[in-house]
Structure formats: C-alpha cells, structure tokens
C-alpha cells in the first residue's frame, strides 16, 4: 500500500482538501507551516517565546536542535470571541502489516 499512496504528493494534498473530514467546524489554517510560525500565531504573549528565539537564533527548535515542521494545521473558532482550537495533523504515508 506504501507504494500506491505516497504521503507527499497524494496524502498531504487529500487531507488538505478535505478538512471537513475532522468536522465540518474546522477549516485550514496553515499547510506545512514552521513551529516558529506556528507558536507565533499561538502564544498571546511574546515575551515567553522571544528568550527562546535569541537563544536558539531566532527559530523555535526541536529537542535534537534541528527546526521543525507541521504538516497540516486546522483551526476552528468557538462562539466566545477570541477563542479558538487549533488542530495539528501529522501525515503519514499507509502501511500495510501483516502478522
């Protein structure tokens, strides 16, 4: 199945146009965004994030020190104003196990 359904060319885009799949309420935000971007878009308060950003040089960056992506990123708004989710999607090409 691996090798009929490829996670870059077939998957991604299929779960990106169709995000109605997790509900009908969410809607994309962002498609393969950095988590600087991402924790950016979040965080209400900057001061939290911008000593991590001089020390790492400016990217918010995994455990292993490298930068990092997110797949997909849906959000949803609630009826109280200013609230909000937001869902983050990893994509993963299929596999077929057996045994």
Excluded: Y
């Excluded at 989710?85 to 045994?99: D, S």
Aim: with cysteine; aromatic share 4%.
């Amino acid at each position: 199945m691996r090798r009929r359904m490829r996670e870059v060319d077939q998957l991604h885009p299929l779960v990106k146009d169709n995000a109605w799949l997790f509900g009908e309420e969410w809607r994309l935000s962002r498609s393969e965004p950095g988590l600087t971007t991402v924790l950016r878009d979040v965080l209400a308060d900057d001061a939290l994030l911008e000593a991590d950003l001089i020390a790492s040089g400016g990217q918010v960056l995994r455990d292993n020190g490298r930068t990092g992506r997110l797949d997909l990123v849906l959000q949803r708004t609630i009826h109280t104003p200013g609230l909000q989710h937001r869902l983050v999607i990893r994509v993963e090409a299929p596999e077929c196990r057996t045994g």
